[in-house]
């Protein structure tokens, strides 16, 4: 029984506190200010947009993940090989697929078999003035033995070849990572189709800039028998030439720099350049010219071009009386060089030196070359390439009109012989031009109307 003046509760106790009501009262106050500016959830626009927003932030999240999960499996599953436009590979690896498409052309079998080429590119072929039809930029597919390679071929629009202003390509060959056994067999198949274009022919190498670059087409070799020289000459310097060779082994295991130089001297027109290049013909070596008054040659691009030769090369240094006479390097246009004398002899036989070179300097005049140019150990050999004495124009002679004119050779022989104690004398040049355009039983005539327009007797 309650007392008097005492009132019952009307319900339970409320449990509020003021953090709580502080929040509400904010979470009032923005849902208020949203909805003033139109912006509140009754707003479909304003929900849209969370929307879209999600919707964007999950594609982007899904295409990074594929993109990473692509490379990764890149990474696990492909393999690729690139080729350089500096590196032969890839000349060879153009050559050869022309070559695949050429044998498709005619129904011959191939190796590379395409599936889709999207561009193509036109190169030329000097020497049978043809056309080779070569992949262009982009990408390509081809099968080759059974497996599925992708080729895509790049190149760089802001960067070029400081050597020879081409833009920098790429060839970039993508297979499967148990296919990568190919990309070796692939590469030397293609090298064996270039070089067997070239088999039996002589390859010239010039400077340029810092790099050597063949010059022209390869050149038919030689007979080193069709150059003439005074007897025993050729066959001696072939032989000391072999005997270097083949010695490889002896210089490493005693120390010894593993290079020969020779000096060939002689008149003009006497032989020595056609020799060094026939003889490399004969050994299956190609030739590198190197021509020491060229503009911008430089000491330090003469040692870093002697120090990276081409494989099996002989280098020629033509006429080096012009170029060190007086110690300064000037071309007949007045232009001085940068190679300095002390250059050239570091480059030879200096710290930085090559190994595995055999250098030929051909000079008109011995008697103007300074010592330390020729000395022991810079030049091996010296040799004398003279004008032609009378057997070499009988032989010269046999070899133009044939072994039935024995009688002629003797008689060209007498006439050569007659006019050397005279003081008279025949270069080789000049015989072989003479025998060039003159019918065999008008030669001694005409050799006899030589010497009358070359001295005025």
């Known amino acids: ?46 929900s849209a947009g969370f929307g879209l927003m ?14 990473h999960s692509i490379v990764l499996l890149e990474r696990r599953m492909l393999v690729n090989c690139e080729f350089k436009v500096v590196d032969p590979s890839y000349t060879w690896f153009l050559l050869w697929l022309s070559a695949q498409e050429k044998a498709a052309a005619n129904n011959i079998p191939r190796a590379v078999r395409w599936a889709r080429m999207h561009s193509m590119a036109v190169q030329t072929d000097e020497d049978e003035r043809a056309f080779n039809f070569v992949a262009g930029q982009g990408n390509h597919f081809f099968k080759y033995q059974d497996a599925w390679f992708r080729m895509r071929r790049e190149r760089e629009t802001r960067s070029v070849n400081l050597n020879n202003g081409n833009p920098w390509e790429t060839i970039i060959l993508t297979t499967l990572s148990k296919d990568r056994d190919l ?25 340029w800039n810092t790099e050597w670059r063949q010059f022209g087409n390869p050149q038919a070799k030689r007979k080193l028998s069709s150059v003439v020289l005074a007897p025993g000459v050729s066959e001696r310097i072939e032989n000391d ?36 290049r026939a003889l490399a013909g004969e050994l299956g070596y190609d030739v590198t010219v190197l021509h020491l ?39 007949t246009d007045g232009y001085q060089s940068g190679v300095t004398f002390s250059g050239f002899l570091n480059a030879l036989d200096g710290v930085v030196s090559a190994e595995e070179r055999v250098l030929f300097m051909t000079t008109n005049h011995i008697e103007t070359l300074d010592p330390a140019l020729i000395r022991p150990g810079r030049v091996d050999t010296v040799e004398l390439i003279d004008d032609a004495g009378p057997e070499q124009a009988y032989n010269l002679c046999m070899l133009f009109y044939g072994e039935e004119k024995v009688d002629l050779g003797h008689n060209l022989r007498d006439l050569v012989q007659e006019e050397m104690r005279k003081g008279h004398r025949f270069s080789m040049a000049e015989l072989q031009g003479l025998f060039i355009k003159t019918e065999a039983d008008g030669v001694v005539e005409a050799a006899k109307e030589l010497v009358r327009q070359k001295y005025h007797t």
């Open 241 to 276: 030439v072999r005997t270097f060779l083949s010695r490889k082994e002896w210089y490493r295991e005693r120390g010894i720099p593993y290079r020969r130089g020779y000096l060939l001297h002689g008149p003009p027109g006497s032989g020595k350049t056609s020799f060094i």
């Open 183 to 207: 990309f070796p067999q692939m590469v030397q198949e293609a090298r064996n189709y270039v070089e067997s274009g070239t088999r039996g022919k002589l390859k010239v190498y010039t400077a």
């Open 1 to 46: 029984m309650s007392s008097p003046g005492a009132s019952a509760p009307t319900g339970p106790p409320t449990n509020t506190s003021p953090i709580k009501d502080a929040v509400s009262k904010a979470d009032n106050a923005s849902s208020g200010f949203l909805s003033s500016l139109g912006l509140g959830p009754e707003n479909p626009y304003f």
């Open 293 to 331: 008054s060229q503009r911008g040659l430089m000491d330090d691009k003469l040692t870093h071009l002697l120090a990276n030769l081409p494989p099996r090369t002989f280098v020629i240094v033509e006429d080096v009386d012009a170029a060190f006479s007086k110690r300064i390097i000037q071309d």
């Open 54 to 67: 999600g919707v964007g932030i999950a594609a982007t999240m899904f295409r990074m993940v594929a993109k």
